[in-house]
């Protein structure tokens, strides 16, 4: 009983902190969450589906008081994952996610009477959407029962629009084309099958793209210009182990360099739109427990430190806390993980004087809720011949 009732609990951490793994609302930055590598560890031949559903809120209020309401938009992210065991030493997996994104629109105040900063600049209009897909492809080998390593490429589709309907021109628009981008993955991970205790360490290179943005106003295009900027290189450290027959504790530790990340626009190039100055710290640290054989429960807390960068539309929050829970049910080889977390983000008013807009931000939280459908074709390795 004790066996089973260990391996139920590890099981979970494939898919089970789901809040956590599976499209966080990150509003007011370009993270959703942590770059998904956990199916390679999974057992057998396996695959996974999961949606979360993000709804974010916030309030903006500029120096005049007009309200500008909630101006994040909910959204929706989808992933998946199949995993194959190639020998007792060699398995693959290939991973798709949605790593980086926003969708951002600001309404609800009156027009100001003329455009740019003297005139009293209002984001009425303003908006911003990006919109990435990853793909990864992961090689795990096994030395022994112990050691592995993995490592693989990411390919990384990206896009985006932003509108400053006032400035620099009225009813500006700047528009991408959708750009591959492409890094790498590897890592080095230790286990103990016998309690199924897993510790892994993962790189992630940061990933180059070049987009052709065009340039439009309300009398048509007038420029068009290349634009070359890339997705953070990170490390993150995840562990898990059994701290009682039926209780597994687990966590991650997260780092982000966003020092090289900025959105200068070609005709805006003393105000970026988005800026990074340096790096992104996050710890989580949550406990499942199984409350029988086939249903597991888990609960998760994320901190995120604050990096005191300066605001703009597009970066409201720095920082964050962060609350997850999750619940997992086994059906013979199917399983089901339903999950939620809800998100505390920390304002950030530190310049909120961007194009003179004066905005001041306040009340900022995410709510998260998903599912998360995994399947074991094998539910069950072949045991290795590991020596």
Do not use: C
Not at 54 to 69: E, K, T, Y
Not at 284 to 305: H, S
């Amino acid at each position: 009983m004790k066996n089973t009732l260990t391996r139920a609990a590890v099981a979970l951490l494939g898919a089970g902190a789901l809040a956590a793994t599976s499209g966080i609302a990150t509003a007011g930055k370009l993270e959703r969450g942590n770059r998904n590598i956990a199916p390679i560890f999974e057992r057998g031949l396996y695959a996974e589906i999961s949606t979360a559903f993000i709804m974010p809120d916030a309030s903006a209020v500029d120096n005049a008081g007009n309200d500008f309401g909630s101006f994040y938009n909910e959204d929706t992210d989808f992933g998946g994952a199949i995993k194959i065991d190639w020998s007792d030493r060699l398995s693959s997996a290939y991973i798709i996610d949605e790593p980086f994104g926003a969708d951002i629109r600001y309404s609800g105040a009156p027009f100001p009477v003329g455009p740019g900063p003297a005139a009293g600049f209002s984001p009425n209009g303003t908006f911003a959407k990006l919109n990435v897909i990853s793909i990864t492809s992961l090689t795990r080998y096994k030395f022994d029962q112990n050691w592995s390593v993995y490592g693989g490429t990411r390919s990384q589709r990206a896009d985006f629009e932003i509108g400053l309907p006032f400035f620099p021109a009225p009813g500006y628009v700047a528009s991408t084309n959708a750009d591959w981008g492409f890094g790498f993955v590897g890592g080095v991970a230790w286990e103990n099958p016998a309690i199924r205790a897993l510790f892994s360490l993962t790189y992630h290179s940061e990933i180059e793209h070049t987009w052709k943005i065009t340039e439009r106003s309300a009398a048509g295009v007038f420029n068009q210009a290349k634009f070359t900027n890339q997705t953070p290189q990170g490390i993150d450290f995840d562990f898990r182990f059994p701290i009682a027959q039926t209780t597994l504790l687990y966590g991650n530790v997260h780092w982000a360099d966003f020092s090289e990340t900025a959105l200068i626009l070609p005709s805006l190039p003393d105000d970026p739109v988005l800026e990074y100055n340096g790096d992104n710290w996050a710890v989580k640290l949550g406990i499942a427990q199984v409350m029988r054989p086939n249903w597991i429960l888990a609960a998760d807390v994320t901190y995120e430190w604050e990096s005191g960068e300066d605001t703009t539309p597009f970066r409201t929050a720095d920082g964050e806390f962060a609350i997850g829970v999750s619940s997992r049910h086994q059906y013979q080889g199917a399983n089901v993980t339903f999950g939620a977390q809800y998100k505390f983000l920390n304002d950030n008013d530190d310049n909120p004087d961007f194009l003179g807009q004066g905005l001041s931000y306040s009340d900022q939280s995410a709510f998260t809720a998903g599912v998360k459908f995994g399947f074991n074709f094998v539910p069950q390795a072949p045991q290795p011949s590991l020596k």
